[in-house]
């Protein structure tokens, strides 16, 4: 959604909104969503990952 400069709450209400339509939870339809935007994240190098104690 960064793509289209929607802020977070706009977002929001768009998946709400498409969650009451379809009947699905907003859990279902943002899944995708954050797993794209998550597999694409990386980290800079010596940063841990949260919950980890040593740097990778």
Avoid: K, N, W
Wanted: aromatic content about 8%.
């Amino acid at each position: 959604m960064l793509a289209y400069g929607l802020s977070p709450e706009r977002v929001f209400g768009i998946l709400a909104l498409h969650s009451q339509q379809t009947h699905a939870t907003l859990h279902t339809l943002a899944e995708p969503f954050v797993d794209a935007f998550t597999a694409e994240a990386t980290l800079p190098r010596g940063v841990p990952l949260p919950g980890s104690t040593t740097c990778s």
